[in-house]
């Protein structure tokens, strides 16, 4: 294992100033559109969600929220949970990716905890797939195709995914 | 008196039509599997499924039921069983965990034994590279997940579990001879395995990195081609791997992008993006111009390239966006994509796109399968409803 520790270890601070400080459409209307046809279109929606805190923008339902940046999932805001929080009667998966996002509000970039929360079955609501800086699975903790939920001590099926911020980036 | 002739006219050919027969309901069996039918696997599913269509014909044929975000189908070439790993917990959402594989009779789609295997299988989105067959069909291999990472080894022909090996900072597991297989490394690097004729592991190491899973991180979505595995990267390279001995090896990349495709963005796109003719020696990559970071985004084009001169032969326009494809096997092949199409007008589409209702989309977005000529790339057909959420084509 610690040739592999060290390794990511050498890598760790490079992914976080690489990760995720693009705000893209999502997914679908991407292929629909096309980003270069209406690049006005984040503006648009941060318009809509203007009751938002004005140091946290945007809403936790929509899939443009900033911290969703490298979610692939159900948000659990939409679920009976929150950005940060679990709908009741799952659990906390203790194991999740990790994404760097931005937040326009303050232009600093924050690290992201995406974990899953299990033990219901697929909720179905807001799905949203953003992708900035995910990788592949055999990265797995910037991998966002893992079902987090299975193999943690949570081992149940998969409900929906939260953005939980755990810190400012260093900028060192 | 008119009336009268009408009403005995009438009557005498009622009478004369003989009733229909009574039905005897019966279960159907399958035919003789061929080349033109096609698995169509939801994989990340509370209840999977996998469903099998004739594409000559448009039918489907059946169904099975694969479990919790099921790992897909294994189709070995003798074609005497269908393999199918799978996750089950005893209250259905919860409880404990068992994961087996499950082994269908290919004529009646009935489970006809399963072997036991450790409760560790990941589960994601994408399914080729989470498991691998011998091309003897002699044994599997299982990539485990619990976050540490272990593959799982099952002897198919004894039908028993034979041994769990670490496989610290690697998923994705791919089979190389009928006794060694490979798994991509997270420093760019693979792990390779050596067993015995019992499946026992004899020997194991690393490569050097032969590419950087970073700056240009290959797929897990590996294509078989020959002594080689192919795999498409992120910024539109293939990278070839011999694992004609024991130990892969590296062979020199190529690119199956012009710079200036790269910087227009042109990536591979959805989950099963790559495959390959090895007959006519053509690789088929689904392709999308959404640039960094799109590569699940669904593809609108194939591109076809000559496998030994990287030359790029043909460019299809598909009819749908899709989420991955599939070359058969036949001598003319046909190619099969995930098709996603929607029940509204293009307008209404583009405005729920544009409002930000994508997740609407979603809700009314069909999956079906479509059916080109891989020769024209000129679409024959397209089956409405295949899935659910698509993950995986298989060929039979």
């Given at each position: 294992?610690?040739?592999?520790?060290?390794?990511?270890?050498?890598?760790?601070?490079?992914?976080?100033?690489?990760?995720?400080?693009?705000?893209?459409?999502?997914?679908?209307?991407?292929?629909?559109?096309?980003?270069?046809?209406?690049?006005?279109?984040?503006?648009?929606?941060?318009?809509?969600?203007?009751?938002?805190?004005?140091?946290?923008?945007?809403?936790?339902?929509?899939?443009?929220?900033?911290?969703?940046?490298?979610?692939?999932?159900?948000?659990?805001?939409?679920?009976?949970?929150?950005?940060?929080?679990?709908?009741?009667?799952?659990?906390?998966?203790?194991?999740?990716?990790?994404?760097?996002?931005?937040?326009?509000?303050?232009?600093?970039?924050?690290?992201?905890?995406?974990?899953?929360?299990?033990?219901?079955?697929?909720?179905?609501?807001?799905?949203?797939?953003?992708?900035?800086?995910?990788?592949?699975?055999?990265?797995?903790?910037?991998?966002?195709?893992?079902?987090?939920?299975?193999?943690?001590?949570?081992?149940?099926?998969?409900?929906?995914?939260?953005?939980?911020?755990?810190?400012?980036?260093?900028?060192? | 008196?008119?009336?009268?002739?009408?009403?005995?006219?009438?009557?005498?050919?009622?009478?004369?039509?003989?009733?229909?027969?009574?039905?005897?309901?019966?279960?159907?069996?399958?035919?003789?599997?061929?080349?033109?039918?096609?698995?169509?696997?939801?994989?990340?599913?509370?209840?999977?499924?996998?469903?099998?269509?004739?594409?000559?014909?448009?039918?489907?044929?059946?169904?099975?039921?694969?479990?919790?975000?099921?790992?897909?189908?294994?189709?070995?070439?003798?074609?005497?069983?269908?393999?199918?790993?799978?996750?089950?917990?005893?209250?259905?959402?919860?409880?404990?965990?068992?994961?087996?594989?499950?082994?269908?009779?290919?004529?009646?789609?009935?489970?006809?034994?399963?072997?036991?295997?450790?409760?560790?299988?990941?589960?994601?989105?994408?399914?080729?590279?989470?498991?691998?067959?011998?091309?003897?069909?002699?044994?599997?291999?299982?990539?485990?997940?619990?976050?540490?990472?272990?593959?799982?080894?099952?002897?198919?022909?004894?039908?028993?579990?034979?041994?769990?090996?670490?496989?610290?900072?690697?998923?994705?597991?791919?089979?190389?001879?009928?006794?060694?297989?490979?798994?991509?490394?997270?420093?760019?690097?693979?792990?390779?395995?050596?067993?015995?004729?019992?499946?026992?592991?004899?020997?194991?190491?690393?490569?050097?990195?032969?590419?950087?899973?970073?700056?240009?991180?290959?797929?897990?979505?590996g294509v078989r081609v020959?002594?080689q595995w192919l795999y498409a990267?992120?910024?539109?390279?293939v990278y070839p791997v011999?694992?004609?001995?024991?130990?892969?090896?590296?062979?020199?990349?190529?690119?199956?992008?012009?710079?200036?495709?790269?910087?227009?963005?042109?990536?591979?796109?959805?989950?099963?993006?790559i495959?390959a003719?090895?007959?006519?020696?053509?690789l088929?990559?689904?392709?999308?111009?959404?640039?960094?970071?799109?590569?699940?985004?669904?593809?609108?084009?194939?591109?076809?390239?000559?496998i030994?001169?990287?030359?790029?032969?043909?460019?299809?326009?598909?009819?749908?966006?899709?989420?991955?494809?599939?070359?058969?096997?036949?001598?003319?092949?046909?190619?099969?994509?995930?098709?996603?199409?929607?029940?509204?007008?293009?307008?209404?589409?583009?405005?729920?796109?544009?409002?930000?209702?994508?997740?609407?989309?979603?809700?009314?977005?069909?999956?079906?399968?479509?059916?080109?000529?891989?020769?024209?790339?000129?679409?024959?057909?397209?089956?409405?409803?295949?899935?659910?959420?698509?993950?995986?084509?298989?060929?039979?």
């Open positions: 294992m610690s040739r592999f520790d060290k390794w990511l270890e050498r890598r760790a601070r490079n992914i976080a100033r690489k990760t995720s400080r693009r705000f893209f459409l999502a997914k679908l209307g991407t292929a629909l559109v096309g980003a270069s046809a209406y690049p006005l279109l984040p503006i648009a929606r941060s318009q809509a969600t203007a009751l938002a805190s004005e140091a946290d923008p945007g809403s936790p339902e929509d899939c443009e929220y900033w911290r969703y940046c490298a979610i692939d999932g159900f948000l659990c805001a939409c679920c009976g949970g929150t950005a940060s929080s679990c709908p009741p009667g799952t659990a906390l998966s203790p194991i999740t990716w990790i994404g760097t996002c931005r937040n326009p509000a303050d232009g600093k970039n924050y690290i992201i905890s995406y974990n899953d929360c299990c033990g219901q079955s697929a909720c179905r609501r807001c799905q949203c797939m953003r992708n900035e800086g995910d990788k592949p699975v055999y990265l797995t903790s910037q991998a966002n195709d893992v079902n987090w939920c299975s193999g943690s001590s949570a081992d149940m099926v998969y409900n929906c995914s939260i953005a939980a911020i755990m810190g400012v980036e260093d900028e060192a | 008196m008119l009336k009268i002739v009408a009403l005995a006219f009438f009557g005498l050919s009622f009478t004369a039509q003989a009733d229909l027969p009574v039905d005897l309901p019966i279960v159907e069996k399958l035919k003789k599997p061929n080349n033109a039918w096609v698995w169509v696997s939801d994989g990340t599913g509370d209840f999977s499924k996998s469903r099998l269509f004739d594409t000559t014909s448009g039918k489907m044929l059946g169904m099975l039921s694969t479990g919790y975000w099921s790992g897909g189908l294994v189709l070995p070439s003798h074609g005497r069983d269908i393999y199918a790993i799978q996750t089950h917990f005893s209250r259905s959402t919860r409880g404990q965990r068992t994961d087996i594989l499950a082994i269908y009779d290919p004529e009646t789609l009935l489970e006809k034994g399963e072997i036991e295997i450790p409760p560790r299988r990941m589960s994601a989105l994408i399914q080729k590279g989470l498991s691998s067959v011998t091309a003897d069909d002699n044994f599997l291999m299982v990539q485990n997940f619990t976050p540490a990472q272990s593959i799982s080894i099952i002897d198919l022909k004894n039908k028993r579990f034979v041994a769990e090996i670490e496989s610290p900072g690697c998923t994705g597991v791919y089979a190389n001879s009928s006794v060694t297989f490979s798994a991509i490394c997270g420093d760019g690097s693979l792990m390779w395995v050596q067993m015995d004729a019992t499946g026992n592991v004899i020997d194991k190491g690393f490569t050097d990195p032969f590419f950087d899973s970073y700056e240009d991180p290959v797929a897990a979505d020959d002594n990267s992120h910024n539109g390279y011999d694992v004609s001995n024991v130990v892969p090896v590296a062979v020199e990349r190529w690119s199956f992008l012009t710079d200036q495709e790269r910087a227009d963005g042109w990536r591979f796109g959805g989950f099963n993006h495959d003719h090895p007959q006519s020696r053509r088929f990559i689904l392709m999308q111009d959404g640039g960094e970071d799109s590569y699940e985004e669904p593809g609108k084009e194939v591109w076809v390239f000559n030994d001169s990287h030359e790029r032969i043909a460019r299809f326009d598909l009819e749908h966006m899709a989420l991955g494809l599939e070359v058969s096997m036949e001598e003319e092949p046909h190619l099969y994509t995930s098709a996603v199409t929607f029940p509204i007008p293009t307008w209404a589409v583009v405005m729920l796109a544009v409002f930000g209702h994508e997740s609407s989309l979603m809700e009314i977005a069909d999956f079906g399968l479509d059916i080109y000529q891989a020769d024209t790339g000129k679409l024959e057909r397209t089956i409405e409803n295949a899935t659910s959420a698509p993950t995986l084509l298989q060929g039979w």
